[in-house]
């Protein structure tokens, strides 16, 4: 059983890899939204509690998919068109980042609320909870902090303003 997860795990998640490196998919796009916005702060978890299912190996593959899928998202969220100006680029990743880390935060909200009596059941050490706590508090920071100030950053630099005011409307 073991096997054939790491298998599948395999195959699903380099085929992503490979789509979204050719950009005939994005990791930023709604379908995506439950694996990025609800398991990656998990990964630490889903180690303790399905330890019989998942092998060590799946569970490199979900730890790399997940670090891929993090770094996509806070640095490039939103793939380049030559037809955009790269300040709106930015601030509409920032949009994409913001709304993933509010729908990250309702969705571990429900999580908690749902599956709490679940977790209890398993007699899992309350030190593993409290870190997977940490580490899902610290996600959902991460993403609503990184798209705020991508915002804000560039909402305040606009060039266009400072070219028609003679004022400086640009942060140095």
Known sequence: MKNLIFVLLLVLMTGIIVFDVKGKISVTSKWNVWYTGFLIPHIFLLSVIGNEYISIWSLVLLVIYSLYCLVRINICPVLRDDSENIRLMIMSGG?????????????????????????????????????????????????LLNGVFRIILTSLCDPENRKRTQRRTCLP
């Open 95 to 143: 949009r994409t980042i913001a709304i993933l880390g509010l729908t990250a935060s309702l969705l571990q909200c429900i999580a908690y609320i749902a599956f709490w009596t679940v977790i209890e059941a398993q007699n899992i050490p309350d030190n593993i909870l409290i870190i997977d706590g940490i580490i899902t508090g610290a996600y959902v920071l991460l993403l």
